[in-house]
C-alpha cells in the first residue's frame, strides 16, 4: 500500500532562515515523489518532482527537495524563506509502475514565515 | 498550454438539492481526470478518477457521482446533498507517464 506522512502540521521559521518541510513514504516498487503548494481558497500549484536521476531536484520559486531512498524521504528545503512562502504544503507519491498516476497525499504542513 | 477550468467557483446550496460541479481541460488530448475533495481539516479525499469518456472510477462509495460525457470535460453530480458534502471540490488531469497532476483553482460547497 502506498502512503505519505507529513510528520509537522505546522513549521514556523523567520523570513531568511532556511526551511524544511519533511515527508517520509512507503510506496511497493520505484516511488514518483511531488511537492504542491496551496494557498488560501486556491487549488495545488505543483512545485517539483522526483522520478529518477539526481537526488536533489530543483523546482519553483527556489525550492528544491532531497530524495533518499534508504530513509524513504522527500524532504523540501529552501535556503532563505520568504513571508510569501507561508503557505499550506502537501508531499505525494505514487507507484512508478502505474500508468494511471493516481496520487497519496500526505495531510499537508501548514509553514508560516514570520517577518 | 494547458488549462483547467472549474465553475462555479462557489456554492451555497440546501441540504437535498442537487449538485452539478463542472471541470474542463484545455490545450491536452486524453487526459485522466480526478475529483478530490478537501474538506476543513485539509487533507485531500480522491473521489472519483477516469482513464477515458464514460470511464469512471469510485474510490469512496457515497452520495456523489462523476461523468465523462467529453474527453476533457469531467462532471461532478449529487441527486441530493447532505451536510456533510460541505467542502472544497478540486478537480486535476495529469497525462498517462511520470507527470504530475495539475489541479484547477476548486470550488467551495456549502450546504446549509
Known amino acids: 500500500a502506498q502512503s505519505v506522512a507529513q510528520p509537522e502540521d505546522q513549521v514556523n521559521v523567520a523570513e531568511g532562515n532556511p526551511l524544511t518541510v519533511k515527508c517520509t513514504y512507503s510506496?511497493?516498487?520505484?516511488?514518483?515523489l511531488f511537492w504542491y503548494v496551496q494557498y488560501p481558497n486556491r487549488g495545488l500549484q505543483f512545485l517539483l518532482k522526483y522520478i529518477t536521476g539526481d537526488n536533489l531536484v530543483k523546482g519553483s520559486y527556489g525550492f528544491e527537495a532531497e530524495f533518499n531512498k534508504s530513509q524513504t524521504s522527500f524532504h523540501l528545503k529552501k535556503p532563505s524563506a520568504l513571508v510569501s512562502d507561508s503557505a499550506l504544503y502537501f508531499c505525494a507519491v505514487r507507484h512508478g509502475g502505474s500508468t494511471l498516476g493516481r496520487l497519496y497525499f500526505g495531510r499537508g504542513t501548514q509553514l508560516t514565515v514570520w517577518p | 498550454s494547458q488549462t483547467i477550468h472549474q465553475w462555479p467557483a462557489t456554492l451555497v446550496q440546501p441540504v437535498g438539492s442537487p449538485l452539478s460541479l463542472e471541470c474542463t481541460v484545455e490545450?491536452?488530448?486524453?487526459?485522466?481526470l480526478y475529483w478530490y475533495r478537501q474538506a476543513a481539516g485539509r487533507g485531500l479525499q480522491l473521489l472519483f478518477y477516469s482513464v477515458g469518456i464514460g470511464q469512471i472510477s469510485s474510490e469512496v462509495p457515497q452520495n456523489l457521482s462523476a461523468s465523462r460525457p467529453q474527453d476533457r470535460q469531467f462532471i461532478l453530480s449529487s441527486k441530493k446533498l447532505l451536510l456533510s458534502d460541505s467542502g472544497f471540490y478540486l478537480c486535476?488531469?495529469?497525462?498517462?507517464?511520470?507527470?504530475?497532476?495539475?489541479f484547477g483553482p476548486g470550488t467551495r460547497l456549502l450546504v446549509l
Open positions: 510506496v511497493s516498487g520505484n516511488p514518483y
Open positions: 490545450g491536452t488530448s486524453n487526459p485522466n
Open positions: 486535476a488531469w495529469s497525462v498517462p507517464g511520470p507527470g504530475p497532476q495539475y
